[in-house]
């Protein structure tokens, strides 16, 4: 099952709004990181944000973190149509040593320019 | 470094075939990753290797699947026999210790 789970499913905007989503999780972590998949590509990485920390930037990118609600959210401001994707949330957990990626079943990012 | 190899990009084949994956993960990284991708089930991990060693296999679905990595530069993920349900993406992703991952393009098999 996926640990991490995002919402909106879907969301559409126009260019230059600002594009919220989120995602929440189930067991402890290590660290929550954001990726991004274009159409028919791999999965490329965006921000990582540790256990400990509550909120990241980078760029135009902006993660919170809380983990007393085990949620996260990713921000995307100015968004331009070269956005559109998909974004997914992933998982370190923390137990068992367990350190394989579970990844959430991600929020589709259409930009309408 | 080129980044995650894997090959083949596309591959089709019949139901009852055997099928081989291949990945070349970033050299140093010592995380191994075969996910796989479907509309209806998302991105499932369906085994991990750390340092050569599989470490979590849960995620295999059948016996039909067996992934091996010989040496740190090299792991295939076999399908024995395929079937049409394995129709999927399938990805390779590579990561040092509890870093980020990074992936590989995928290979998307038909099986029909």
């Known amino acids: 099952s996926q640990q991490g789970e995002e919402d909106p499913q879907a969301l559409s905007i126009q260019e230059g709004e600002n594009a919220t989503m989120n995602c929440s999780y189930k067991t402890s972590i290590n660290n929550l990181q954001w990726y991004r998949q274009n159409s028919g590509r791999g999965l490329v990485h965006l921000i990582l944000?540790?256990?400990?920390?509550r909120e990241k930037h980078s760029g135009r990118l902006r993660v919170t973190l809380d983990t007393s609600k085990k949620s996260s959210s990713l921000l995307i401001t100015a968004s331009r149509a070269a956005d559109t994707a998909s974004y997914f949330c992933a998982t370190r957990p923390m137990d068992t040593g367990r350190r394989a990626l579970t990844f959430g079943s991600g929020t589709r990012l259409q930009v309408q320019p | 470094d080129a980044g995650v190899i894997q090959s083949p990009r596309h591959e089709v084949t019949e139901m009852g075939q055997e099928v081989t994956l291949r990945c070349k993960p970033i050299s140093g990284h010592d995380y191994l990753f075969w996910y796989r991708q479907t509309m209806m089930r998302g991105l499932e991990l369906l085994i991990y290797f750390n340092n050569n060693v599989p470490i979590d296999d849960s995620g295999m679905p059948e016996d039909r699947f067996s992934a091996k990595m010989p040496n740190a530069s090299f792991s295939t993920l076999k399908i024995q026999p395929s079937e049409p349900r394995d129709s999927a993406v399938y990805f390779c992703a590579s990561s040092l210790y509890r870093r980020e991952a990074f992936f590989g393009q995928g290979t998307r098999l038909t099986v029909v």
């Open positions: 944000i540790r256990s400990n920390e």
